[in-house]
């Protein structure tokens, strides 16, 4: 029992799952939330090239690459960079 436990532990979350988190996550950072200050934006964009399948999943990345286009992810982009200033 205890090794089935430990495979399930290993796999990978469901696509819709790894996508549902990366909306919210993107949502987070776009609403300028403090909560979102830590998100990696690059692993965000791998997650969500990763698990996109159809031309829906692949508006997500999109939209990011807009947004961060616009402007929309600098907030979050010198939440970043404080953070690793204060770490060093």
């Not at 029992?1 to 290993?10: L, N, Q, S, V, Y």
């Not at 790894?18 to 993107?26: I, K, N, P, V």
């Not at 996109?52 to 508006?59: G, H, M």
């Amino acid at each position: 029992m205890i090794g089935i436990e430990r495979r399930r532990a290993e796999l990978p979350a469901p696509r819709s799952l790894r996508l549902a988190y990366a909306s919210a996550t993107f949502a987070e950072v776009l609403r300028q939330s403090p909560h979102a200050s830590e998100v990696n934006l690059s692993d965000l964009a791998v997650m969500v090239k990763n698990a996109a399948k159809t031309e829906e999943d692949r508006e997500l990345a999109r939209l990011r690459f807009t947004a961060k286009r616009l402007g929309a992810t600098e907030q979050q982009e010198s939440w970043t960079a404080r953070r690793n200033c204060a770490r060093a």
